[in-house]
């Protein structure tokens, strides 16, 4: 699945460390959370979204770690680096096992399907 992303040679070196380190506080603390938890939820304050994520994996006994950065009135410009990296355009962003698994209704899916609890060795 190539994703179409600016190689480096397209793009001018006097702006390439501005777009390599971008927010990339928050992507490492994001990468960091993933190495080191087999489920992680990305959200945002206001958003029921990834209040429902995190209800459907509480009652499914499935323990994650939970970063939340702003709300729809803050933090947007730093958030949009979590959304290039990604290139998921909502929030919560899920991962499991180290893999982007999208958003709640993707979850919702694997969870049914039993697919999430393979990955999760149960």
Do not use: C
Not at 14 to 29: G, H, M, S, Y
Not at 60 to 69: D, S
Not at 107 to 113: A, C, H, P, T
Request: proline content about 6%; aromatic content about 8%.
């Amino acid at each position: 699945m190539p994703r179409h992303l600016l190689t480096e040679s397209e793009i001018h070196p006097a702006v390439r460390d501005v777009i390599a380190n971008n927010n990339r506080d928050l992507v490492d603390e994001i990468r960091a959370a993933v190495a080191s938890n087999d489920v992680v939820v990305v959200g945002m304050a206001m958003n029921p979204v990834p209040t429902k994520a995190r209800k459907a994996l509480t009652e499914a006994g499935i323990p994650f770690k939970y970063l939340e950065y702003g709300s729809y009135l803050s933090l947007w410009r730093r958030r949009n680096a979590i959304k290039m990296w990604t290139g998921w355009p909502t929030f919560p962003q899920i991962f499991v096992k180290g893999t982007f698994i999208g958003g709640h209704t993707d979850m919702v899916k694997l969870m049914n399907s039993g697919e999430l609890q393979r990955m999760l060795g149960r």
